[in-house]
């Protein structure tokens, strides 16, 4: 094969776009002409490399060592999940304290709206009786439609699958 031909195919060959047999003949001409090598590198850096260099032999038994430790690696991933341990201690400091702080406060708040809403021993016979409607401020919701969909939320805050209404 000569230069010129080999260089006006490089672009398809560094593809991989070029005809098997006329593959096998340009990479045959490529090892033994430099000059055609360094347009190939000029075209693609890695198919001349890959051209100049040869292949090493794959060694017995590769593939099924890859596949075993595939297998391994996949088994160790399913039961490993999230550990909050883990997590903490690769954290930075400022990290934790931020994370400790929103702790704090979410509890403290959580507590704080826990107390409010519940109402005193006095209270619970006269919470009981009282219309769910008035107690859940529902009142602007009374003008619904028959059988639509806040009618049917009204009659379960109502209790007794409607029959309080």
Known sequence: MRCETVQD?????ARG?????????????????????????????????????QTPPVPG???????AAARRGQAT??????????????TSTPLRAAAAAVLVVGLTVGLVMGWTSMPSPAQAPVAAQADPLEVYHLDYLGDAPAESLT???????????????
């Open 9 to 13: 195919n490089l672009i398809a060959f």
């Open 17 to 53: 776009d070029s005809p098997p047999d006329e593959r096998s003949a340009m990479e045959a001409h490529l090892r033994g002409c430099p000059t055609c090598r360094l347009a190939l590198g000029e075209v693609d850096p890695i198919a001349a490399t890959l051209v100049r260099g």
């Open 61 to 67: 038994g590769f593939a099924a060592r890859v596949m």
């Open 77 to 90: 991933e399913a039961f490993v999940g999230w550990n909050p341990l883990r997590w903490w201690r690769l």
């Open 151 to 165: 009618d049917s939320y009204l009659a379960l805050v109502s209790g007794h699958n409607g029959e309080g209404r």
